[in-house]
């Protein structure tokens, strides 16, 4: 089995920065896109940015600018860079990875960790 463990969330000011750090482990599995997605109180959970196995990124225009996810593909770990937070930005962040074994591709998703921004 998969297993995909988040950390790094916590409380910060407006303006302020949080590194938030997604790590995959599991025998035998083989590891593609990895991406972070978040969702807010009484919202649907959104795309934040994803990273492909070939290289490619992708943003939320919300984010654009602000945030950049970048991934260690040797430690199967997947990075997202958060600066000039705002309020907007408060939701539990997930991450998502795509992981291969014996011809079965599936997604797996972390457990979240809350980003929580004061004004």
């Known amino acids: 089995q998969v297993q995909v463990v988040e950390s790094g969330g916590g409380l910060v000011q407006f303006g302020g920065s949080l590194r938030l750090s997604c790590a995959a482990s599991?025998?035998?599995?083989?590891?593609?896109?990895m991406g972070w997605y978040r969702q807010a109180p009484g919202q649907q959970r959104e795309l934040v940015a994803t990273?492909?196995?070939?290289?490619?990124?992708n943003y939320a225009d919300s984010v654009k600018g602000r945030f950049t996810i970048s991934r260690d593909s040797a430690k199967n770990t997947c990075y997202l860079q958060m600066n000039s937070l705002k309020p907007e930005d408060t939701a539990v962040y997930y991450c998502?990875?795509?992981?291969?074994?014996?011809?079965?591709?599936?997604?797996?998703w972390g457990q979240g960790t809350q980003v929580t921004v004061s004004s």
């Open positions: 998502k990875i795509v992981a291969s074994r014996g011809g079965y591709t599936r997604q797996y």
């Open positions: 599991g025998s035998g599995f083989s590891f593609y896109d």
């Open positions: 990273s492909s196995s070939g290289g490619g990124t």
